[in-house]
T-cell receptor, first 110, second 112 residues
């Protein structure tokens, strides 16, 4: 089945540690996205990539980094510089107007 | 500024009653509009979309939305809701270059 996978579903980290969230898609989509979701705020765009080896900052990129070495993969690193990293993180991909979302990773920083 | 406004953060309703979730968009948002649904602890799923053509668009599970250019609205309606419709609903506009503009979400709670 085609789709987007994110792992793990739940992730716990100690404050000050970097952590990398995985996102893989087998939809053959060129564009991929990372969003952060906080209660009552909808989704906010962190980073996006329109093509392999290229990515752009979204609205809240500070404290995050990404790479796009393969078309299928778009990992997100939450660095220790991110002041409030506890949130639900959603990855998406698109080919055209519609974006397809993964199941999300809930990150809790203790 | 580009923005999408969902006028209600929560909508409680009894089962089998009609429901309307309200959404307005700024005129700077491209008129590609979407409604996504999110069930608890899951990703978002596309419910319906308006790209062009007929202003009334429908989903397979009984929801419909009407694009109203003069009122810059894209309200979501269902004539009779089920318990399984309980979820968070996001109105989304296109900001160009595959960038989406999300509303804050409306939590629909259907009670028996």
């Amino acid at each position: 089945d085609g789709g987007i996978t994110q792992s793990p579903k739940y992730l716990f980290r100690k404050e000050g540690q970097n952590v990398t969230l995985s996102c893989e898609q087998n939809l053959n989509h060129d564009a991929m996205y990372w969003y952060r979701q906080d209660p009552g705020q909808g989704l906010r765009l962190i980073y996006y990539s329109q093509i392999v080896n290229d990515f752009q900052k979204g609205d809240i990129a500070e404290g995050y980094s990404v790479s796009r070495e393969k078309k299928e993969s778009f990992p997100l690193t939450v660095t220790s510089a991110q002041k409030n990293p506890t949130a639900f993180y959603l990855c998406a991909s698109s080919k055209g107007d519609e974006q397809f979302f993964g199941p999300g990773t809930r990150l809790t920083v203790l | 500024a580009q923005s999408v406004t969902q006028l209600d953060s929560q909508v409680p309703v009894f089962e089998e009653a009609p429901v309307e979730l309200r959404c307005n968009y700024s005129s700077s948002v491209s008129v590609y509009l979407f409604w996504y649904v999110q069930y608890p602890n899951q990703g978002l799923q596309l419910l319906l979309k308006y790209l062009s053509g007929s202003t009334l668009v429908k989903s397979i599970n009984g929801f419909e939305a009407e694009f109203n250019k003069s009122q810059t609205s894209f309200h979501l309606r269902k004539p009779s809701v089920h318990i399984s419709d309980t979820a968070e609903y996001f109105c989304v506009g296109s900001g160009g270059y595959n960038k989406l503009i999300f509303g804050a979400g409306t939590r629909l709670a259907v009670h028996p």
